[in-house]
């Protein structure tokens, strides 16, 4: 098993505690009806927990699209994670930039309820597979 430095550690608790607090904003927005919010909030719960992944791998990148297709290339495709959350990963991306750029776009109670559910899989998901990387 590869080592990893305390700073890629370090770095993972980090990312995941923000992909945690952006899951806990998401339920607080969707509770209080503003889902178009809560869906920006569940994407960054998945966007952080992938970046948390992918400091183990020493790659980060500026544009969220990099990161998606890093993160698919190597745990998706690899079948370190199922199939289902590449697809999960697809939708929130998606959901996100209409929410945050589409004028027209109105966000319901079920699509959100949906993003944020997805959302607390695919952080769970990574959550223990970090945790299992920080035992080793």
Partial sequence: MPEYSSLQKDYAKYRIERAKEDLEAAYLLFN???YRIAN???YYTVFHAMRAVLVFDNF???KHS???AEFRRRYIKEGVFP???SKMIGSAFTIRNASDYDDMFLASRSDTEEQIANAEYIFRLLSKYIEELLKE
């Fill in 32 to 34: 209080s009806g503003n």
């Fill in 40 to 42: 920006n909030r569940a």
């Fill in 60 to 62: 980060d990148s500026s």
């Fill in 66 to 68: 990099g990161v998606i």
């Fill in 83 to 85: 199939i289902e959350v």
